[in-house]
């Protein structure tokens, strides 16, 4: 019987965490306050995706620290965004928890994994087709992972009101116009601020999803507005439009596509009980001591 994994995107959900927990904090090793609010939401948040969401928990990292990222090579203006000392300074207190949470993970026991030279997405593409036998539920807000939904990944997205969103291939066509692994192209045509690419003006979601759905892909799109037959569709002004963004057109496609073929790196678990508990009485998670949810916390480790 095929096994059951339950993806989390770590970084996803520790921002969240340390955003709804931002006064936590613990005196440790004799030294001053630090930040724990997103560690602590974080093991919460974990029991309960696992709780609703049965089979074995997975961590997704970005890159391994230090590494390059192969899109911002590509594109340097990928992800670029106008200073904001506020949000560097919550990306700091964010960079220090996640630390803390990945030596938490590996002592309760649950599998993390990083890549190389890539991000998260494509941590958690390559996971699924390395074990593509198995059923995937993702577990984040990141609208890219929706490309990867099929029959075996389904996507799950919590909303400011407590429920979750499933994104199944029909959900994806719905909301989108076009099917999931057409997404890519989709974004590259209408342009993803999040990610700060602009693709092709003039271009939104409905006119990006009746040229995909029209002509199948980026490529399509590009080898019809280069040809010398009357365009039927849109108007030709706009095909002039994307024969002069082509190359970067198929850029954008490259940056917005998840790499399903990434060098992952995986952090192996030593489950340690005795340290696990040393470890929440240090922070003074008094209520993940109780038995119940220590019993809960340690669940969520290989079960193999």
Not at 66 to 95: C, I
Request: some cysteine; overall charge positive; glycine content about 8%.
């Amino acid at each position: 019987m095929a096994r059951r994994y339950v993806i989390v995107d770590g970084r996803n959900l520790l921002w969240r965490s340390a955003e709804a927990h931002p006064g936590l904090t613990a005196r440790l090793n004799g030294k001053r306050h630090v930040r724990t609010g997103g560690v602590y939401g974080f093991l919460v948040g974990l029991v309960a995706i696992s709780k609703r969401h049965p089979g074995q928990i997975i961590v997704a990292w970005e890159g391994v620290a230090g590494s390059k990222n192969f899109r911002k090579s590509l594109y340097p203006d990928y992800k670029a965004k106008p200073p904001d000392k506020e949000r560097e300074k919550r990306t700091v207190h964010v960079n220090d928890q996640q630390a803390r949470v990945r030596r938490f993970l590996k002592i309760i026991g649950v599998p993390q994994y990083e890549g190389i030279e890539c991000e998260a997405d494509d941590v958690m593409g390559t996971f699924t087709r390395k074990f593509g036998k198995s059923s995937h539920t993702i577990y984040t807000m990141d609208s890219d992972l929706r490309q990867l939904v099929d029959g075996r990944v389904v996507v799950v997205t919590p909303t400011p009101r407590g429920e979750y969103r499933y994104e199944k291939p029909e959900h994806v066509v719905k909301r989108h116009g076009v099917v999931p692994e057409l997404l890519p192209d989709y974004k590259a045509l209408m342009g993803d601020t999040s990610d700060n690419i602009p693709g092709v003006k003039g271009v939104g979601e409905k006119t990006a999803a009746k040229l995909i759905n029209q002509y199948g892909s980026i490529e399509n799109v590009i080898k019809k507005a280069k040809s010398k037959k009357k365009a039927d569709w849109p108007v030709a002004e706009r095909f002039k439009k994307m024969i002069a963004d082509c190359d970067s057109l198929l850029l954008y496609k490259r940056l917005t596509t998840i790499d399903c073929h990434a060098t992952l790196k995986k952090i192996k678990p030593i489950q340690n009980e005795d340290k696990v508990r040393a470890r929440l009485k240090k922070y003074r998670f008094k209520s993940l001591l109780a038995d119940h949810r220590f019993g809960e916390l340690i669940d969520l480790g290989v079960r193999y």
